[in-house]
């Protein structure tokens, strides 16, 4: 969807981000850090370069938003993130072992192989609920 490359890090940050506004909440550096059980100096410097790159912006000590190029790209990764918990449970993965390694996953399979997972989701009528994803109310 994008070319814009980022590294796997800043990809989880920027799905971070997009959860807490999903959960209707703000996303301030103290709750990112929260989410993905790191520092909120390591949050500060992760959002500078998202900012760089005009996918996400913020006030000064306010909350984050996402831009719509932000947007796109982290609905991207986690229809990505969903679409390979929802595959790995149907092989037999427990929840949590699904959801640990389809974070992993997410940022390493080619375009190739994640269309061929979700032709076998499809073909084999595995719903994926990503609804949300690609009509969530934005916060204005």
């Known amino acids: 969807?994008?070319?814009?490359?980022?590294?796997?890090?800043?990809?989880?940050?920027?799905?971070s981000v997009y959860m807490l506004i999903l959960d209707?909440?703000?996303?301030?550096?103290?709750?990112?850090?929260?989410?993905?059980?790191?520092?909120?100096p390591s949050v500060v410097n992760a959002l500078t370069v998202l900012k760089e790159r005009a996918l996400v912006t913020q006030e000064p000590y306010g909350s984050v938003e996402?831009?719509?190029s932000g947007l796109a790209l982290a609905r991207e990764i986690l229809s990505r993130h969903k679409m390979l918990t929802s595959f790995l449970?149907?092989?037999g993965d427990s929840e949590e072992d699904a959801e640990t390694d389809a974070c992993k996953m997410e940022h390493i399979l080619s375009?190739?192989?994640l269309a061929n997972i979700a032709s076998f989701l499809k073909k084999n009528k595995i719903h994926v609920n990503v609804e949300h994803l690609f009509h969530p109310k934005k916060n204005s």
């Open 66 to 68: 996402l831009t719509d």
């Open 111 to 113: 375009a190739a192989t």
């Open 89 to 91: 449970q149907f092989i």
């Open 24 to 40: 209707k909440r703000p996303a301030r550096v103290r709750d990112i850090a929260a989410e993905l059980g790191v520092t909120t």
């Open 1 to 15: 969807m994008t070319t814009q490359k980022l590294t796997m890090s800043l990809e989880d940050y920027l799905e």
